[in-house]
């Protein structure tokens, strides 16, 4: 590269767009011509960096290392995600109202579930005294001898209505 | 056969498809350990990053939509894989290079190319991290303030003004080490 040359690019190099191969042509001219970095610092001194050298090469087994885990799972496979708001953005209309109408009635149907059971209990229940065997499902204690304890204790949970419980 | 484009790759990759990566990683690890070895100044430290950037674009890939091209996103996690490790390292880049072992004037012209090497890499050491990166992208790898600023989740105009402090901070010492 001629002195010439890299004079033209200073505009370039301080407001980017020249490409990484030209960059480091002009670096390794400007580490061998003072005429030249003298011109370029005195317009901006950090072009004075390009003549710190040049960079390693890549290391050859760098982009093998990366395969290897990869292929190793040793790191947490890509799996499908549910992307909500991508689909949202790529679904055509009747999808958008097809979700919105599901919403809206699953949130009518909680409504209304919601509002059937702050009445309590139906009409057939009121005043009814709790069976404490239906109540705690003790079938089993049914047949309880006249007399036993378990006996003594279903009549008087029965004659207290509270099912024993 | 035509060249896959790298955002079909990414697709495949999104897939699980560990070739499509690999072609990937091929195709950026230059752009990638470029940068991260100039905003370390230690080739172990840059490997370990750019692996790590990569793995992050890996483990990403099933989310990934090609709204911008792939190389501005990668250019988006290698920057921030840098500023990440420079937050939890705090790396010394003068530490690292050794001191020249003989004080006097040095007529080797070798030498003398090292020793301004060594003090210009001790001056960019000096700036904070985010200046730092500003002038690898912009000086070492030629991005304008459009796609820098993209990289470093930045505007344009706060990318120029951290160029603009990088040169105030390092005038001095560039022109008397360069001049």
Redesign the interface.
């Known amino acids: 590269m001629r002195c010439s040359d890299v004079r033209q690019c200073r505009e370039t190099l301080s407001s980017g767009g020249l490409p990484p191969e030209g960059i480091r042509e002009v670096g390794s001219h400007l580490r061998t011509c003072p005429a030249c970095r003298a011109v370029l610092l005195a317009d901006d001194p950090l072009i004075g960096v390009l003549t710190a050298g040049e960079s390693p090469e890549t290391p050859a087994h760098l982009a093998l290392r990366i395969q290897a885990l990869v292929r190793s799972g040793r790191i947490q496979e890509p799996l499908p995600v549910w992307d909500l708001w991508g689909w949202w953005r790529q679904s055509p209309f009747p999808a958008h109202a097809a979700a919105a109408a599901t919403l809206v009635l699953g949130l009518a149907a909680g409504f209304l579930m919601g509002v059937d059971s702050d009445r309590g209990p139906g009409p057939g229940m009121v005043g009814r005294p709790a069976d404490p065997l239906a109540a705690l499902a003790l079938d089993a204690l049914a047949d309880a001898p006249a007399g036993s304890l378990t006996e003594s204790y279903f009549s008087l949970a029965r004659q207290t209505g509270q099912g024993g419980i | 056969m035509s060249e896959r484009d790298d955002e079909d790759l990414m697709r495949a ?4 498809d ?1 070739a499509a ?2 072609e990937i ?2 195709r950026h ?3 990638a ?2 940068v991260a ?2 905003f370390t100044g230690d ?1 172990a430290e840059a ?1 370990d990053l ?2 790590d950037a ?2 992050k674009v ?6 990934y ?1 090609a709204i911008a091209s792939f190389r501005t996103y990668l250019h988006r996690v290698v920057t921030r894989r840098c500023l990440d490790w420079h937050r939890k390292k705090r790396p010394l880049l003068s530490d690292r290079i050794p001191e020249p072992t003989d004080p006097a004037p040095q007529p080797d012209a070798a030498a003398q ?1 090292r020793d ?2 060594r003090r ?2 001790s001056a ?1 050491d000096e700036l904070p991290a985010d200046q730092r990166l500003a ?1 690898v992208l ?8 459009s ?2 600023a993209t990289a470093m989740g930045r505007t344009p105009k706060a990318v120029e003004r951290l ?1 603009a402090r ?2 105030k901070a ?2 001095p010492r ?2 008397t ?3």
């Open positions: 990759a999104g897939k699980g560990a990566f690999g990683v091929s690890q230059a752009w350990w470029r070895w100039r080739a490997e750019v692996q990569f793995l890996f483990e990403a890939a099933p989310r939509r190319l301004r090497e210009i890499r960019l002038v912009r000086y070492y790898e030629g991005l304008d303030a796609t820098m160029l990088a040169r390092l005038r560039l022109q080490h360069l001049g």
